[in-house]
T-cell receptor, first 114, second 116 residues
Framework: AQSVAQPEDQVNVAEGNPLTVKCTYS??????LFWYVQYPNRGLQFLLK??????LVKGSYGFEAEFNKSQTSFHLKKPSALVSDSALYFC????????????FGTGTRLTVIP | SAVISQKPSRDICQRGTSLTIQCQVD?????MFWYRQQPGQSLTLIAT?????????ESGFVIDKFPISRPNLTFSTLTVSNMSPEDSSIYLC?????????????FGPGTRLTVT
């Protein structure tokens, strides 16, 4: 079965410091991995994805993520955090091969401290 | 990308009543998905709705409780029937990018339901 784990409920980082939000996955077949962000009282916004190709993928708002097959991880990163990055971040994996739905992690709340 | 709107944005309902949530997409899409996000929790897929066929429900969700309509390629409704306080959640619809093989899903703003 497809699943993702986000081991940290909360991540705090000072503005200007690098940030990492962790995600590990378990899949049948090739992993299609995604990161979404949810700002307060708003829907989910797509940040980036890994389907195939380069292990380092770049997305919106300066975020990037590194796919690591041996560690089954897909951590979200940003070199310099902004206060406006404070939000709830979800890692997701596509369903079984042939399925289109997403399985979401439990989410990590990122707080960037001014 | 696709732009998705949902109505209502929020509602407060009494137990035992039903609420129908509408989802409108600005482009034609094959699949639409309905998710539930309970307070402080992650998203859980309720069902997948294809135009012209019965919705496919995930384990733990049944058609009598969450009937879905999909009358055309840009619109779907989810009804939450015979509501109880446990149904208090955010309900989100999503679609897969109508572009070819992007695998990106786009989400509506959600409907925040409170059942009293």
């Amino acid at each position: 079965a497809q699943s993702v784990a986000q081991p940290e409920d909360q991540v705090n980082v000072a503005e200007g410091n690098p940030l990492t939000v962790k995600c590990t996955y378990s899949v049948s077949g090739n992993p299609y991995l995604f990161w979404y962000v949810q700002y307060p009282n708003r829907g989910l916004q797509f940040l980036l994805k890994y389907i195939t190709g380069d292990n380092l993928v770049k997305g919106s708002y300066g975020f990037e993520a590194e796919f690591n097959k041996s560690q089954t991880s897909f951590h979200l990163k940003k070199p310099s955090a902004l206060v406006s990055d404070s939000a709830l971040y979800f890692c997701a994996v596509r369903g079984l091969p042939g399925a289109n739905n997403l399985f979401f992690g439990t989410g990590t709340r990122l707080t960037v401290i001014p | 990308s696709a732009v998705i709107s949902q109505k209502p944005s929020r509602d407060i309902c009494q137990r035992g009543t039903s609420l129908t949530i509408q989802c409108q997409v600005d482009s034609q899409v094959t699949m639409m998905f309905w998710y539930r996000q309970q307070p402080g929790q992650s998203l859980t897929l309720i069902a997948t709705a294809n135009q012209g066929s019965e919705a496919t429900y995930e384990s733990g969700f049944v058609i009598d409780k969450f009937p879905i309509s999909r009358p055309n390629l840009t619109f779907s409704t989810l009804t939450v029937s015979n509501m109880s306080p446990e149904d208090s959640s955010i309900y989100l619809c999503s679609v897969e990018d109508p572009g070819t093989d992007t695998y990106e899903q786009y989400f509506g703003p959600g409907t925040r339901l409170t059942v009293t």
